[in-house]
């Protein structure tokens, strides 16, 4: 390991992070241009939280990134803390004469004047120049409420039935929706969440968007990402739960009990996540990235020099089920760029002697197909010394699949970050389906086609090189092992 960039310890090689120090929520994804632009929190003096700017890259294939300067700096009016931005197709704002540009919505985060008191108000700026350069609206802020503190990450999106600019808000334990004609003037039109979902902790970067199901134009959901902040009384630290339900331009309505708490991801590691604005309509998908950390040790993860990567670019799909329509994800199709050699197994019967693979790199994609037969459970071990393993089971009596990181490597910096992560999952036809993505640092597990995500950080003191199938009290299936490397996207 060296200090060079991108080949430091732990630094994840086909991830998205900062070149160097501080970075959380991803900000402002928006598509334009042919680019997907990802702005980030970010500390630019520190590798701890700090005061918030802006970080900028940009991509083509949401797999390869472009590091671009800075684009929003504190100012007057406080830090710069999350928020989104959209392309403002039809001048609505008035800023952009000659051509469409894009507006960033995002909160100031100052204090009032002689106090402590957190003053969170919404601000815009806007570009002209495909996200170079960016110009403060000096009608800033425009949208404050004296009587709210936690006031914050301003998603806005055009909501075309109504003609409106739509954004929704975290206010405390709830979400509030305004609209507006362009995108200065915001109107208050309803608040939700009150007793709805998970109030563990202090809800932040919401996110509201409308997905067919099961691909079904007739039959369109409206979903909202709610993101909960740290709380010492959970053990899952920092988490995103989601809503499905009906929205009209002023008033989401719940389809759900107020009880039903439906998580993102079963992981730790997934937090802050929103999705990309004007993706063309031909092309359809909803892409999102999340913050590949927790706040519960986010400050404290054994990195030196830079601290913390992005999730893999997601697809959001809903599919039914029993109990309603529910989220799907699936990494972004992008990945396909960077894959290199592969081996396959297939066919074959694990009994109680594990089946052992070498893993020629630690930036590996790993796709599993097994059928249950009479085992308790059945899984496999990715592995670095022999101490040092990842554990992921499935329990076929319980329908339980873990993800146990509690040996993966370094926990020394947080009591908290040992974990045995779970999520019910039922087979499908008897099976149960892996795809896996272990990039140094990091795994993610989609299970089933993405019915289940779970995403950890995990800080082996070597490579993970080793990969173990088991089965136990009884044999399971394997009917297909498939590994494959992944490239760098920061080699050249
Ligand atoms: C979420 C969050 C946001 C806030 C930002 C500050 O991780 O707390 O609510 O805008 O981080 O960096």
Known sequence: MTNEVYKEKHRPQFHFSPEQKWMNDPNGMVYFNEEYHLFYQHH?????????????AVSKDLIHWEHLPIALFP???????????VVDWNNTSGFFEEAPGLVAIYTS?????????????QSIAYSKDAGRTWIKYEGNPVLSDINITDYRDPKVFWHSETNKWVMILATGQTVMLYTSPNLLEWEFASEFGNRAGSHAGVWECPDLFKLPVDGEDNNEKWVMLVSIGDNPEFKEGSRTQYFIGQFDGTTFVNDNTDETILWLDYGRDNYAGVSWSDIPSEDGRRMYIGWMSNWRYANLLPTDGWRSAMTLPRELTLTASDEGARL??????GIEAIRKGASISENFTIDSNDVSYEMVSDRMEVNLEWEAQNADS????????????????YDVAKGLLSVDRTNAGDNSFSESFAAVQEAPLKLKNNKLELQLFIDTSSLEVFANDGEAAFTSLVFPSKPYNQLNLFSKEGTTKLNYLKLTELDSIWSK
Do not use: N
């Not at 630019?44 to 900028?56: E, K």
């Not at 799907?328 to 199709?333: A, E, G, I, M």
């Not at 899984?379 to 670095?384: D, E, K």
């Open 44 to 56: 630019p003096f520190g590798t701890t939280w700090g005061p918030m700017h802006w970080g900028h």
């Open 75 to 85: 100012d007057e009016y406080g830090d710069i803390f999350s928020g989104s931005a």
């Open 378 to 393: 059945f899984g496999l071990v990715v592995q670095s010394t022999a101490d040092e393993k990842i554990i992921i089971q």
């Open 328 to 333: 799907v994800q699936k990494p972004v199709v």
């Open 109 to 121: 985060a100052g204090t009032y004047p002689d106090s402590d008191r957190p003053c969170q108000r």
